[in-house]
Nanobody, 115 residues
Framework: QVQLVESGGGLVQAGGSLRLSCAAS????????MGWYRQAPGKQREWVAI???????NYADSVKGRFTISRDNAKTTVYLQMSSLKPEDTAVYYC?????????WGQGTRVTVSS
């Protein structure tokens, strides 16, 4: 059974940094793509960043240059390093993995950025 568990969220001041982790119950290389999404209060879930099985990355314009998605090749973990955080980054952040045409989601971790 595929499970994704996020951690690392919390409260941070604007301009600060956080690193989110997504621990998978299977090898992260078994996923075609893994990504981070977020959902702010009253808004739809939006894509933030992805990393393919080949290591290619892509970012939403709103986080480009501030966020970095990476993975630990020795472990089953994908990270989202967030820097220069803004109040508008406040959201619940979700890890997602696509495998064999199916999408798997974690339960989310809350990030709150105070001004």
């Amino acid at each position: 059974q595929v499970q994704l568990v996020e951690s690392g969220g919390g409260l941070v001041q604007a301009g600060g940094s956080l690193r989110l982790s997504c621990a998978a119950s299977v090898s992260i290389f078994s996923f075609d793509v893994m990504g981070w999404y977020r959902q702010a209060p009253g808004k739809q879930r939006e894509w933030v960043a992805i990393i393919t099985s080949g290591g290619a990355t892509n970012y939403a314009d709103s986080v480009k240059g501030r966020f970095t998605i990476s993975r630990d090749n020795a472990k089953t973990t994908v990270y989202l390093q967030m820097s220069s955080l803004k109040p508008e980054d406040t959201a619940v952040y979700y890890c997602e993995g696509t495998k064999w045409g199916s999408d798997y989601w974690g339960q989310g971790t809350r990030v709150t950025v105070s001004s």
